[in-house]
T-cell receptor, first 114, second 116 residues
Framework: AQSVTQPDIHITVSEGASLELRCNYS??????LFWYVQSPGQGLQLLLKYFSGDTLVQGIKGFEAEFKRSQSSFNLRKPSVHWSDAAEYFCAVVSGGGADGLTFGKGTHLIIQP | ETGVTQSPTHLIKTRGQQVTLRCSSQ?????VSWYQQALGQGPQFIFQ???????GRGNFPPRFSGLQFPNYSSELNVNALELDDSALYLC???????????????FGPGTRLTVL
């Protein structure tokens, strides 16, 4: 069965500093990978996705992620965070068949220090 | 374009009761998925409906059931509520089912269910 691990429960970053959120997945074939963001009281918003091709994908709000098959990782990065980036971030994977739905990690809570 | 809406926003029930949660999908979308998000956890897939048929199901017992209507709106029904059913229930709509031609899922704000 597919699974997603987000090793960091909380991360604190100063405003203007760079950010990297880690995500490791377990899946036999090439996965479809996603990063979502959830602000308090809000639903999930898709930041970016990887299906195939270029392993560096660009998303909304200045985020990017790199797929590394050898490390089973799909880490999310942003060169300079803004206070509005404070939120919960979820990495997710879906199999090609899709019948199992999206499998999410437990999330990383991002705190931005002024 | 109207996004995904869910009702009610909050709900309090007692153990053993039944609950119905509702979701209106985004215009042009024919697929609805439901997820359960317990406090401090990521969402867990309950099931997906595509053109009024269940099209995939996660590891949830049969007391979790659903419907999709001709206008593609959807209901999630939970019978015999248990304390562990307390969670945020998220609905997501998409232009097609999850699969090789993945269509982006757009999530609603969720319904917060508390079971006492």
């Amino acid at each position: 069965a597919q699974s997603v691990t987000q090793p960091d429960i909380h991360i604190t970053v100063s405003e203007g500093a760079s950010l990297e959120l880690r995500c490791n997945y377990s899946y036999g074939a090439t996965p479809y990978l996603f990063w979502y963001v959830q602000s308090p009281g809000q639903g999930l918003q898709l930041l970016l996705k990887y299906f195939s091709g270029d392993t560096l994908v660009q998303g909304i709000k200045g985020f990017e992620a790199e797929f590394k098959r050898s490390q089973s990782s799909f880490n999310l990065r942003k060169p300079s965070v803004h206070w509005s980036d404070a939120a919960e971030y979820f990495c997710a994977v879906v199999s090609g068949g899709g019948a199992d739905g999206l499998t999410f990690g437990k999330g990383t809570h991002l705190i931005i220090q002024p | 374009e109207t996004g995904v809406t869910q009702s009610p926003t909050h709900l309090i029930k007692t153990r053993g009761q039944q609950v119905t949660l509702r979701c209106s999908s985004q215009s042009g979308h024919n697929t609805v998925s439901w997820y359960q998000q317990a406090l401090g956890q990521g969402p867990q897939f309950i099931f997906q409906y595509y053109r009024e048929e269940e099209n995939g199901r996660g590891n949830f017992p049969p007391r979790f059931s659903g419907l999709q209507f001709p206008n593609y709106s959807s209901e999630l029904n939970v019978n015999a509520l248990e304390l562990d059913d307390s969670a945020l229930y998220l609905c997501a709509s998409s232009a097609g089912p999850l699969g090789p031609n993945f269509s982006e899922q757009f999530f609603g704000p969720g319904t917060r269910l508390t079971v006492l």
